[in-house]
């Protein structure tokens, strides 16, 4: 066995998530509306439940319900279901506190995409 360290630089394109992408970074929530059936996901999915490819984009209102949560050493995550999304996603917590559980997409403060999801006013469903 020998030892090697390897660097790589890349640079990864968005591609067709494009519109997703840059919503992320404005604290909007882009959804892929299906166009066969209508279903809407945020994250999009490149093939729909129904197995239709084709899609649109639409715009949600970025308001979210926690699902369920957990906490890690890196942080606090959650499933959450956005309104007007038929999928739960994945989303990073910040703020939120017990029985908080209505949060607002929020624009990540780098320069990477991230889903974050703030606490909304009141915040409690």
């Known amino acids: 066995m020998m030892k090697h360290q390897l660097s790589l630089d ?6 067709w998530m494009q519109p997703w992408v840059d919503g ?6 882009i ?7 209508g279903s809407k996901s945020f994250a999009p999915q490149r093939v729909c439940k129904c197995g239709c490819c084709d899609g649109d984009w639409a715009t ?3 308001t979210a319900t926690v699902v369920r949560q957990t906490d890690g ?3 606090h995550f959650a499933m959450a279901r956005f309104d007007g999304a038929d999928n739960d996603v994945v989303v990073r917590l910040e703020g939120f506190k017990s029985p ?3 949060g ?3 624009a990540p403060a780098g320069a990477i995409p991230q889903m974050i999801l ?6 409690i469903t």
């Open 10 to 15: 890349y640079t990864l394109s968005p591609g």
């Open 24 to 29: 992320l970074m404005k604290g909007e929530a």
């Open 31 to 37: 959804a892929r509306v299906c166009d066969a059936c």
């Open 60 to 62: 949600l209102s970025g």
């Open 73 to 75: 050493t890196d942080g």
């Open 100 to 102: 908080q559980t209505k």
């Open 104 to 106: 607002r997409l929020t």
């Open 118 to 123: 703030t606490p909304l006013e009141g915040g």
